[in-house]
């Protein structure tokens, strides 16, 4: 396509300046022509950057393919012009990275908020905690319908836990609440609180 | 006023002395059985009409509506928009639904029926009901009944007519509902049968579906799934007769009930009934050749593409098989069973278990997976 767009280019630097007209039409149907294949390659192709600490700056690349749910979205940490792969979503959307400190111990966490985009509007968390200069994936849940998720502490110790509101796979869907709570190295579930009244 | 108070009188006295003579873990069960009782004798003054019912609706919309025990009267519960309830008769404007057991009135503009959809009409809120108040037993009747007298904007059948449709070997009858009202798109809209067929001659051809046998010894067919996905989905409903588009509790739109972001990545709107079916359409594409399902086969593969549909193709929950996932009891065991009674699957006996405990309601297992068969042929046809 590149090869195709140079030639038709340095043909018309030869058509005489009387025939300009000739010209601008001819381009403009040629550019009509090479949107399809240009705009075809990624529907989204977006980097963030999330935080930034010793370790380098903490990369989001988004990217999905046109016509395609599945994204194929990387968290990466960039030092010294080198780039490092932290986590990679696998078809799952990363919508949202959360990061502090939940254990009140090292550096802070990553708390990564995956869209799956089935009618239910599950969501997937992933945890990765910073140890011996890189991060590990600790924890991975599934299943939060419509979830809300957050952090806060729930139990007094200070620590933010993980928050996560959504809807059960009951029929009919219930409301509830999951608290999480990372210490020691390990997340593990503090309560689930019962549906709550809705609306 | 006085017959209210006759009957809490009613009820206190059959239920007192169960409290008095039986030990704490039995108290529960009389308590509900309390609830059943009374809600019989709030029936026996309400004496909703029953004549064409039951049959199924859900709640339309993304918030939630509220159970009442009587029309206008104490709200019970609230169950969000897309709940499936078994409808039992009808009120002046409220529907006399069951809900997983749970029995109770409802308001029917927020109810949308196979094929008459929720009008989504505001109601008149007699006193502070809007506030989540009651009206009295007879006041609230009285007000209900009089409103649905006077008002033309509510729900346009309340009892749905039904015509058959012949199917081979054994199968439940297709049922057909009548034809859409005001703004609605429904699949009996005219122009639903183009939209379909579009939808599934450009991507079916292109699904890596199973061959699969149902019970009734047919082969299920790429419409058959189709068609189920968009009963279980919105009940074929995609704007009701208010012009409101269906949408789920989650943000989910439509006829298929594509999330925002997801109609964006698959390139249609889908708010537009015809891009909402090629854009489910064009998901199952992605979702029978995703990495769990991919690898699956048979019945297996078909039911475990429902429920990838619902998750989302690409969550870890669907790397097990639709058994562990019954058996786990995760992930979307309800909608997985639904695929399978839509289309005319034999259930197990965990599964069968599972519809009983968490789905029929007071239906039986059989005659509930029959209700789902009718009613997902029924659509388009």
Same mark, same amino acid.
């Given at each position: ?26 381009l403009?149907?040629f550019?009509?022509?090479?949107l ?51 986590f990679s ?17 090292? @550096?802070?966490?990553?708390l =990564?908020?995956? !869209?799956? #985009?089935? *009618? /239910? &509007?599950?969501?997937? %968390? $992933? ?5 011996? @200069?890189?991060?590990?994936? =600790?924890?991975? !849940?599934? #299943?939060? *319908? /419509? &979830?809300?998720?957050? %952090? $806060? ?10 928050? =996560? ?21 390990k ?9 709550g009244?809705?609306? | ?36 009782a ?116 509510t ?16 199968a ?96 249609v ?45 690409y ?40 519809v ?26």
């Amino acid at each position: 396509m590149l090869m195709l767009t140079s030639f038709i280019l340095t043909r018309m630097a030869w058509v005489p300046e009387e025939k300009n007209h000739m010209k601008k039409n001819f381009l403009a149907l040629f550019a009509a022509l090479l949107l399809p294949f240009t705009a075809s390659a990624e529907a989204l192709n977006e980097k963030i950057e999330i935080a930034t600490g010793p370790a380098g700056r903490l990369m989001l690349h988004k990217q999905q393919a046109e016509g395609m749910v599945a994204r194929e979205d990387r968290l990466t940490i960039e030092k010294d012009g080198k780039a490092s792969l932290v986590f990679s979503s696998e078809g799952r959307a990363i919508e949202r990275v959360l990061h502090a400190n939940l254990d009140g111990t090292g @550096g802070d966490e990553l708390l =990564i908020v995956m !869209e799956l #985009g089935g *009618s /239910a &509007g599950m969501l997937e %968390l $992933a945890m990765m905690q910073f140890k011996d @200069g890189k991060y590990e994936q =600790i924890w991975e !849940e599934t #299943g939060f *319908s /419509a &979830g809300k998720v957050s %952090l $806060a502490d729930q139990d007094g110790d200070k620590n933010p836990d993980i928050v =996560i509101e959504y809807f059960t796979d009951d029929t009919p869907p219930k409301e509830a609440r999951g608290i999480y709570s990372f210490k020691s190295g390990k997340v593990s579930l503090l309560k689930t609180l019962p549906p709550g009244k809705a609306g | 006023m006085n017959k209210y108070f006759l009957l809490l009188f009613m009820v206190f006295s059959f239920a007192m002395p169960c409290w008095a003579e039986t030990p704490f873990t039995e108290q529960t069960v009389r308590l509900q059985d309390t609830a059943a009782a009374e809600m019989e004798a709030i029936n026996k003054i309400v004496k909703p009409e029953t004549n064409g019912f039951p049959v199924t609706g859900t709640i339309a919309g993304c918030g939630t509506l509220r159970m009442r025990q009587w029309p206008w009267g104490k709200v019970m519960t609230k169950y969000p928009g897309g709940t499936s309830l078994n409808i039992l008769g009808v009120s002046g404007e409220f529907f006399y639904v069951e809900v997983n057991g749970q029995k109770g009135y409802m308001h029917r503009n927020y109810i949308n029926l196979p094929n008459a959809p929720a009008t989504f009409a505001a109601p008149y809120y007699p006193g502070d009901t809007r506030e989540g108040g009651y009206l009295p037993l007879n006041d609230g009747i009285a007000a209900a009944k009089s409103a649905a007298s006077s008002s033309s904007s509510t729900n346009a059948t309340s009892t749905p007519t039904s015509t058959s449709a012949t199917v081979n070997g054994n199968a439940p009858a297709a049922k057909v509902p009548g034809a859409p009202t005001g703004q609605a798109i429904t699949t009996k809209s005219p122009e639903f049968k183009k939209w379909f067929d579009n939808a599934v001659s450009t991507w079916a051809g292109k699904w890596a579906f199973p061959d699969v046998t149902n019970k009734y010894g047919k082969k299920v067919s790429v419409e058959e799934f189709m068609k189920a996905i968009i009963f279980i989905e919105s009940s074929g409903v995609h704007r009701n007769a208010s012009g409101k588009l269906t949408t789920s509790y989650c943000g989910a739109q439509g006829f298929m009930q594509l999330m925002p972001a997801t109609a964006k990545g698959l390139g249609v709107d889908g708010t537009d009934p015809a891009q909402n079916l090629m854009g489910g359409a064009k998901f199952f594409k992605e979702v029978f050749s995703s990495r769990y399902v991919g690898q699956k086969s048979g019945i297996d593969k078909l039911v475990m593409a429902g429920c990838a549909y619902n998750m989302g193709p690409y969550s870890k929950k669907l790397a097990g098989s639709f058994e562990d996932m019954v058996r786990n009891r995760s992930g979307a065991v309800g909608y997985g069973l639904k695929v399978k009674m839509c289309l005319g699957l034999a259930l197990t006996d965990l599964e069968r278990s599972y519809v009983k405990e968490k789905m029929s309601g007071s239906k039986s297992v059989d005659a509930y997976a029959d209700q789902l068969y009718s009613y997902s042929h029924g659509l388009g046809a």
